[in-house]
Protein backbone atom coordinates (compact mmCIF):
# COMPACT_ATOMS: atom_id res chain seq x y z
CA UNK A 1 0.00 0.00 0.00
CA UNK A 2 1.42 3.57 -0.95
CA UNK A 3 2.28 6.46 1.30
CA UNK A 4 -0.89 8.27 0.01
CA UNK A 5 -3.01 5.03 0.83
CA UNK A 6 -1.85 4.95 4.72
CA UNK A 7 -2.39 8.80 4.96
CA UNK A 8 -5.78 8.98 3.70
CA UNK A 9 -6.65 6.93 6.36
CA UNK A 10 -6.06 9.32 8.84
CA UNK A 11 -9.53 11.58 9.80
CA UNK A 12 -7.62 14.40 10.87
CA UNK A 13 -10.52 15.46 13.14
CA UNK A 14 -8.81 12.27 15.35
CA UNK A 15 -5.61 13.99 15.49
CA UNK A 16 -7.38 16.50 18.06
CA UNK A 17 -7.50 15.97 21.66
CA UNK A 18 -9.97 16.86 23.95
CA UNK A 19 -9.35 18.45 27.20
CA UNK A 20 -6.52 21.50 28.23
CA UNK A 21 -2.83 19.70 27.78
CA UNK A 22 -3.42 20.16 24.20
CA UNK A 23 -4.76 23.79 23.15
CA UNK A 24 -3.48 24.04 19.64
CA UNK A 25 -3.15 20.77 17.20
CA UNK A 26 -0.80 21.39 15.00
CA UNK A 27 -2.09 21.81 11.41
CA UNK A 28 -1.66 18.30 9.68
CA UNK A 29 -1.11 19.34 5.85
CA UNK A 30 -0.79 17.20 3.04
CA UNK A 31 2.80 17.56 3.06
CA UNK A 32 3.29 17.40 6.75
CA UNK A 33 1.64 14.66 6.90
CA UNK A 34 3.28 12.91 3.76
CA UNK A 35 6.76 13.53 5.61
CA UNK A 36 5.57 11.94 8.59
CA UNK A 37 4.04 9.01 7.14
CA UNK A 38 7.27 8.80 4.73
CA UNK A 39 9.33 8.38 7.87
CA UNK A 40 7.04 5.97 9.75
CA UNK A 41 6.98 3.85 7.03
CA UNK A 42 10.54 2.87 7.23
CA UNK A 43 10.52 2.42 11.01
CA UNK A 44 11.74 -1.40 11.85
CA UNK A 45 9.60 -3.35 14.41
CA UNK A 46 12.41 -5.55 15.05
CA UNK A 47 15.77 -3.93 16.42
CA UNK A 48 15.61 -2.22 19.61
CA UNK A 49 18.88 -0.98 21.69
CA UNK A 50 18.71 -1.35 25.75
CA UNK A 51 21.09 1.42 27.42
CA UNK A 52 22.04 -0.11 31.09
CA UNK A 53 23.08 2.40 33.81
CA UNK A 54 24.20 5.27 31.52
CA UNK A 55 25.27 8.47 33.75
CA UNK A 56 25.23 11.06 31.26
CA UNK A 57 21.79 12.29 29.70
CA UNK A 58 23.82 13.44 26.72
CA UNK A 59 24.76 10.01 25.68
CA UNK A 60 21.86 8.85 25.46
CA UNK A 61 20.30 11.72 23.50
CA UNK A 62 23.13 10.83 21.14
CA UNK A 63 21.97 6.94 20.56
CA UNK A 64 18.49 8.41 20.51
CA UNK A 65 19.64 10.56 17.30
CA UNK A 66 21.50 7.83 15.83
CA UNK A 67 18.37 5.40 16.83
CA UNK A 68 16.03 8.05 14.95
CA UNK A 69 18.36 8.49 11.69
CA UNK A 70 17.73 4.45 11.20
CA UNK A 71 14.56 4.17 11.83
CA UNK A 72 14.41 2.14 15.32
CA UNK A 73 11.34 3.40 16.97
CA UNK A 74 11.68 1.62 20.96
CA UNK A 75 14.46 2.38 23.09
CA UNK A 76 14.45 0.65 26.29
CA UNK A 77 16.99 2.69 29.49
CA UNK A 78 17.18 0.45 32.88
CA UNK A 79 18.90 2.12 35.89
CA UNK A 80 18.84 0.29 38.22
CA UNK A 81 22.19 1.49 40.23
CA UNK A 82 20.89 5.74 39.20
CA UNK A 83 17.95 7.47 39.39
CA UNK A 84 15.28 7.52 36.59
CA UNK A 85 16.61 10.82 33.99
CA UNK A 86 14.54 13.33 33.86
CA UNK A 87 15.60 15.22 30.84
CA UNK A 88 18.02 14.40 27.96
CA UNK A 89 20.90 16.26 26.52
CA UNK A 90 18.92 18.52 24.03
CA UNK A 91 21.91 19.50 22.13
CA UNK A 92 22.85 16.05 21.24
CA UNK A 93 19.21 14.68 20.70
CA UNK A 94 18.35 17.20 18.36
CA UNK A 95 14.96 16.35 20.11
CA UNK A 96 14.85 12.90 18.87
CA UNK A 97 13.08 11.91 21.78
CA UNK A 98 10.03 13.02 20.75
CA UNK A 99 9.90 11.14 17.87
CA UNK A 100 10.80 7.63 19.64
CA UNK A 101 8.86 5.42 22.20
CA UNK A 102 11.05 5.32 25.43
CA UNK A 103 10.99 2.95 27.98
CA UNK A 104 12.41 3.41 31.16
CA UNK A 105 12.98 0.48 33.91
CA UNK A 106 14.47 0.47 37.44
CA UNK A 107 14.41 -3.46 37.33
CA UNK A 108 16.24 -5.24 35.24
CA UNK A 109 13.84 -8.56 35.44
CA UNK A 110 10.88 -6.73 34.35
CA UNK A 111 12.73 -5.19 31.48
CA UNK A 112 14.35 -8.45 30.06
CA UNK A 113 10.39 -9.52 30.16
CA UNK A 114 9.39 -7.05 28.56
CA UNK A 115 12.10 -7.06 25.95
CA UNK A 116 11.58 -11.25 25.39
CA UNK A 117 7.95 -10.06 24.40
CA UNK A 118 9.07 -8.36 21.54
CA UNK A 119 12.19 -9.69 20.07
CA UNK A 120 13.59 -13.08 19.56
CA UNK A 121 17.51 -12.56 21.23
CA UNK A 122 19.20 -10.22 23.13
CA UNK A 123 22.66 -9.56 22.99
CA UNK A 124 24.90 -7.40 24.94
CA UNK A 125 28.04 -5.47 24.25
CA UNK A 126 30.74 -7.15 26.04
CA UNK A 127 34.83 -8.20 25.26
CA UNK A 128 34.85 -11.65 26.25
CA UNK A 129 36.37 -15.55 25.22
CA UNK A 130 32.76 -16.17 23.54
CA UNK A 131 31.66 -12.61 21.91
CA UNK A 132 30.84 -12.86 18.43
CA UNK A 133 31.89 -10.00 16.17
CA UNK A 134 29.65 -7.70 15.11
CA UNK A 135 30.41 -7.77 11.49
CA UNK A 136 29.18 -11.49 11.76
CA UNK A 137 25.68 -11.03 13.02
CA UNK A 138 22.83 -11.12 11.49
CA UNK A 139 20.94 -7.74 12.31
CA UNK A 140 17.93 -8.53 10.31
CA UNK A 141 16.50 -10.88 12.93
CA UNK A 142 14.40 -9.86 15.90
CA UNK A 143 17.00 -8.35 17.94
CA UNK A 144 17.50 -6.17 21.31
CA UNK A 145 21.29 -4.99 21.37
CA UNK A 146 22.22 -3.98 24.85
CA UNK A 147 25.31 -1.18 25.82
CA UNK A 148 26.44 -0.42 28.95
CA UNK A 149 27.79 2.12 30.84
CA UNK A 150 30.35 4.92 30.71
CA UNK A 151 32.77 3.11 33.18
CA UNK A 152 32.07 -0.35 33.22
CA UNK A 153 29.58 -1.29 30.51
CA UNK A 154 27.57 -4.10 30.88
CA UNK A 155 26.65 -5.70 34.38
CA UNK A 156 27.60 -9.51 35.08
CA UNK A 157 23.58 -9.48 36.10
CA UNK A 158 22.63 -8.62 32.39
CA UNK A 159 25.10 -10.71 30.49
CA UNK A 160 23.37 -13.65 32.68
CA UNK A 161 20.06 -12.35 31.73
CA UNK A 162 21.12 -11.70 27.56
CA UNK A 163 21.71 -14.70 24.99
CA UNK A 164 25.22 -13.59 24.46
CA UNK A 165 27.70 -11.51 23.85
CA UNK A 166 28.95 -9.30 20.05
CA UNK A 167 32.09 -7.12 20.09
CA UNK A 168 32.96 -4.09 17.73
CA UNK A 169 36.20 -5.35 16.10
CA UNK A 170 39.22 -2.76 17.02
CA UNK A 171 42.85 -2.42 16.04
CA UNK A 172 43.85 -0.24 18.71
CA UNK A 173 45.22 -0.34 22.18
CA UNK A 174 42.60 1.39 23.51
CA UNK A 175 39.67 -1.94 23.54
CA UNK A 176 36.65 0.32 24.06
CA UNK A 177 34.29 3.16 22.61
CA UNK A 178 32.16 5.81 23.91
CA UNK A 179 28.73 4.62 24.16
CA UNK A 180 27.04 6.87 21.89
CA UNK A 181 29.70 6.00 19.39
CA UNK A 182 29.84 2.07 20.01
CA UNK A 183 26.08 2.71 19.61
CA UNK A 184 26.08 3.93 16.09
CA UNK A 185 28.59 1.61 14.72
CA UNK A 186 26.81 -0.92 15.64
CA UNK A 187 23.30 0.25 14.39
CA UNK A 188 24.67 1.46 11.15
CA UNK A 189 25.81 -1.91 10.07
CA UNK A 190 22.60 -3.12 11.31
CA UNK A 191 20.99 -0.05 8.64
CA UNK A 192 23.62 -1.60 6.13
CA UNK A 193 22.27 -5.17 6.67
CA UNK A 194 18.55 -4.22 6.52
CA UNK A 195 18.73 -2.03 3.32
CA UNK A 196 20.49 -5.16 1.57
CA UNK A 197 17.31 -7.33 2.96
CA UNK A 198 15.30 -5.12 1.94
CA UNK A 199 13.40 -3.76 5.11
CA UNK A 200 12.76 -0.38 4.43
CA UNK A 201 11.38 -0.63 1.03
CA UNK A 202 8.01 -1.70 2.80
CA UNK A 203 5.97 -0.96 6.06
CA UNK A 204 6.71 -3.14 9.09
CA UNK A 205 4.71 -1.08 11.80
CA UNK A 206 1.30 -2.59 11.52
CA UNK A 207 -1.91 -0.49 10.85
CA UNK A 208 -2.37 0.10 14.82
CA UNK A 209 0.98 1.16 15.84
CA UNK A 210 1.30 3.30 12.78
CA UNK A 211 -2.08 4.99 13.14
CA UNK A 212 -1.11 5.53 17.14
CA UNK A 213 2.28 7.12 15.91
CA UNK A 214 1.16 8.88 13.28
CA UNK A 215 -1.26 10.54 15.29
CA UNK A 216 0.93 10.97 18.56
CA UNK A 217 3.47 13.03 15.71
CA UNK A 218 0.97 14.75 13.57
CA UNK A 219 0.98 16.68 17.86
CA UNK A 220 4.51 17.46 17.95
CA UNK A 221 4.75 20.97 17.00
CA UNK A 222 9.15 20.78 16.19
CA UNK A 223 8.05 20.21 12.03
Known amino acids: MSVKEYTATINLDNLKQSGPQIKHPQLMTPERTERLASVLNKRQDDITVVLENVYDPHNISAVMRTCDAVGVQEIFILNTKIPRHKKWGAKSSSSAAKWLTVHQFDDAGQCFSSLRKR ?79 GHYEHKKLDDARYNELLKEWSLNREI
Open 119 to 197: YSSILTTYLGNDSIGLHQLDLTKSIALVFGNEHSGVSDEIRQLADGNFVIPQAGIIRSLNISVACAVTLYEAYRQKILA
